[in-house]
């Protein structure tokens, strides 16, 4: 797609428009969240935990869909950059699947802490 936006704008334009398409993009993503989106329960421990009670958990997923399709749209493809693209699908899916089991890790290890003591 590059190639085809080299025929009528120079470099630097093409990044301008790649950065606005891109934030336009992210902006309305997340202006209009997916369902499938955890929301925060709030923590237990943290002074004034509950404030984040119902925030959305997981927008890094948006955001890199965001910035892949920018990516793909504005920049020249080649091997190397795929490979990167693919390690940060990498990344940010283990982070996004790590979200919800983190609560349940925590608990698992506070109880058996608890039952070690006693």
């Known amino acids: 797609m590059y190639q085809v936006w080299s025929n009528f ?4 334009q093409i990044a301008m428009l790649g950065i ?7 902006f309305l993503a997340l202006k209009h969240p ?11 421990f ?9 925030k959305l958990r997981g927008v890094g997923l948006v955001i ?6 920018g990516s793909v749209l504005f ?7 795929v490979i990167y693209a693919i390690l940060l699908v990498c990344i940010m899916l283990s982070g996004y699947l790590g979200i919800p089991a983190e609560p349940l890790f925590r608990s698992s290890l506070l109880e058996r802490l608890q039952k070690r003591r006693d």
Do not use: K
Request: net charge negative.
């Open 9 to 12: 704008l120079n470099p630097g």
């Open 20 to 26: 606005v398409v891109t934030f336009l993009l992210t």
């Open 34 to 44: 997916f369902s499938f989106l955890p929301s925060d329960h709030g923590r237990e």
């Open 46 to 54: 943290a002074v004034n935990g509950g404030l984040s009670r119902g």
């Open 64 to 69: 890199v869909i965001c910035f892949l399709i």
């Open 75 to 81: 920049l020249p493809l080649g091997a190397e950059y």
